[in-house]
């Protein structure tokens, strides 16, 4: 008798003796209460634990959000990643984590479209359920919007990569942070000069973090389409899904008509950014994924707006 007529004929014991084989046991006896109102809650003790918390909260938390914007598609479904938190008096233990998630729930059942004002609200609200005097929500998504070739008008779908981040605190309101990090094409302005024809490029990445100022009005502006714009203005080309030979000729001929070191790109896009009535303060970050090195070139550049009035 072979291998397979023998586990053809082999008797297995039942599903619950196959686990006390690896190891399962019996339930024990229960002595300790099963309603929630009778069970001991650690986080909410009261003693000197030695030092106010900064933040804890829960993070990498996925969940799926709606985005409203001002480019096509105007509204999109996508995947935000959650981080949220509070801070801690020295004289508490700690935090109630299921209210981070519970609050989250309530939202997507209303419809959670990731908007600052909505953000504000929800921030606000999970200080109350939290029974804190802080909280603080962060959530990153892929932002999607519709590029077209610049001769063939061909349509394709770029996206950029978005975070805002709200925190609320009872006594000085809220502070809001908008940071996108977006593609694009930069031709080396050394390479250009030294070569007797050609030059090389690369693919940039830009990323920028914004404050906000108090008076923003999202209503009017689209933080995600300004910051975009100002990446993708000052750089030697716009990275494009579709393109056809007439475009590729007009992206490479505009890409060889504005050379762009990453120390031209940040103090561009920095211009844009200090124009911006909105921008209270920003950073803004150039690498460049470089094409004859292995290496990558970086320039990073900061701004508060606050700052000069004082001066």
């Known amino acids: 008798m072979n291998q397979t007529e023998l586990n053809k004929n082999k008797q297995l014991p039942s599903k619950k003796e196959r686990h006390k084989l690896f190891g399962s046991v019996d339930p024990g006896p229960r002595t300790k209460p099963e309603q929630k109102e009778k069970m001991v809650d650690l986080q909410n003790s009261k003693k000197d634990f030695l030092f106010n918390i900064d933040m804890v909260g829960i993070s990498n938390v996925k969940h799926p959000i709606q985005i409203p914007s001002q480019l096509v598609p105007q509204i999109q479904t996508t995947i935000g990643t959650f981080t949220f938190g509070s801070s801690i008096a020295q004289g508490s233990k700690g935090t109630n984590m299921s209210r981070f998630t519970e609050q ?5 059942h209303e419809g959670f479209a990731i908007d600052i004002e909505t953000l504000k609200k929800f921030t606000k609200e999970l200080a109350g359920r939290l029974k804190q005097e802080d909280a603080e929500v962060e959530v990153s998504f892929p932002w999607f919007f519709e ?12 996206h950029a990569d978005a975070t805002i981040k709200v925190l609320y605190d009872h006594t000085t309101g809220y502070d809001v942070t908008v940071e996108l990090t977006g593609k694009i094409t930069t031709l080396c302005p050394c390479s250009k000069e030294i070569s007797e024809y050609s030059a090389h490029n690369q693919r940039g990445n830009v990323s920028m973090s914004v404050k906000l100022t108090e008076d923003f009005d999202e209503q009017q502006i689209d933080w995600k389409a300004a910051l975009l714009e100002a990446a993708e203005s000052n750089a030697s080309a716009r990275i494009h899904p579709v393109l056809k030979r007439p475009d590729e000729k007009m992206v490479t001929e505009q890409a060889y008509e504005n050379p762009r070191f990453v120390e031209d790109i940040v103090r561009l896009v920095a211009a844009d950014l200090y124009e911006y009535s909105f921008v209270e303060a920003f950073e803004v970050s150039c690498r460049n994924e470089e094409s004859i090195h292995l290496h990558d070139a970086v320039a990073t550049l900061s701004y508060d707006k606050k700052q000069e009035k004082t001066r």
């Open 104 to 108: 989250l729930d309530k939202y997507h």
């Open 147 to 158: 590029r077209k070739g610049p001769y063939s008008d061909l349509a394709g779908m770029n």
